[in-house]
């Protein structure tokens, strides 16, 4: 049974930093697809960044390109947003996503609140 559990979200001022956590279990972590999703109030949910089984190949919402890195260590079985430079439309629940199958069926996380504001 998939498990995520993410972390590290919070309140931040604008140009601030925050690195969030997802703690995999229950699947073979190193054979999944793993992304961040967010979803701010009112609006739907959005690819945030994506990463491949061996980390070797990212991909990033526009919105984001140069201010977030994703990265995985499979040794952990966790997953990784390091945020910096975040603006206050950043602001939304991040998810922590993972996929056996690109196209295939998704297993969420519960979510971590990030909130930037001053």
């Known amino acids: 049974q998939v498990q995520l559990v993410e972390s590290g979200g919070g309140l931040v001022q604008p140009g601030g930093s925050l690195r969030l956590s997802c703690a995999a279990s229950?699947?073979?972590?190193?054979?999944?697809?793993m992304s961040w999703y967010r979803q701010a109030p009112g609006k739907e949910r959005e690819l945030v960044a994506f990463?491949?089984?061996?980390?070797?190949?990212?991909n990033y919402a526009d919105s984001v390109k140069g201010r977030f890195t994703i990265y995985r260590d499979n040794a952990k079985n966790t997953l990784y947003l390091q945020m910096n430079s975040l603006e206050p439309e950043d602001t939304a629940v991040y998810y922590c996503?993972?996929?056996?199958?690109?196209?295939?069926?998704?297993?969420w996380g519960q979510g971590t609140q990030v909130t930037v504001s001053s």
């Open positions: 996503a993972a996929t056996y199958r690109l196209g295939g069926d998704i297993s």
């Open positions: 229950g699947f073979a972590f190193s054979r999944y697809y």
């Open positions: 990463i491949s089984v061996t980390g070797g190949s990212t």
